[in-house]
């Protein structure tokens, strides 16, 4: 059982930072992949990045590709999302997710563990 616990969400003018953060429980951290993915009011829930477990492959969807960036602390079973350039576009809830699957695999269902979310706010 991994529990999953994000934080560092907010509301951001366009073009500013945020740093998200996703705590994990358990010991095995380094053995999973860990994802985050979000979702807009009426839309289904997307993928925005992943990470394998050793930090040396990661994954990005088109759109925020440059601009947003994945890493991990296995010491501290930790997983970040670092985001840059914000745009109005980005705002939705944003969820860590924790995968056995040895691949940077985008699809949700890949994934056994979520944490509860957190909301990201951009304005214009």
């Known amino acids: 059982q991994v529990q999953l616990v994000e934080s560092g969400g907010g509301l951001v003018q366009a073009g500013g930072s945020l740093r998200l953060s996703c705590a994990a429980s358990?010991?095995?951290?380094?053995?999973?992949?860990m994802g985050w993915f979000r979702q807009a009011p009426g839309k289904e829930r997307e993928f925005v990045a992943a990470?394998?477990?050793?930090?040396?492959?990661?994954n990005y969807v088109d759109s925020v590709k440059g601009r947003f960036t994945i890493s991990r602390d296995n010491d501290k079973n930790t997983v970040f999302l670092q985001m840059n350039s914000l745009k109005p576009e980005d705002t939705a809830v944003y969820y860590c997710?924790?995968?056995?699957?040895?691949?940077?695999?985008?699809?949700?269902?890949?994934?056994?563990?979520w944490g509860q979310g957190t909301q990201v706010t951009v304005s214009s």
């Open positions: 990470i394998r477990g050793s930090g040396l492959v990661r």
């Open positions: 358990g010991r095995t951290f380094s053995s999973y992949t």
């Open positions: 997710a924790a995968s056995r699957i040895v691949a940077t695999t985008t699809a949700p269902t890949d994934y056994r563990y």
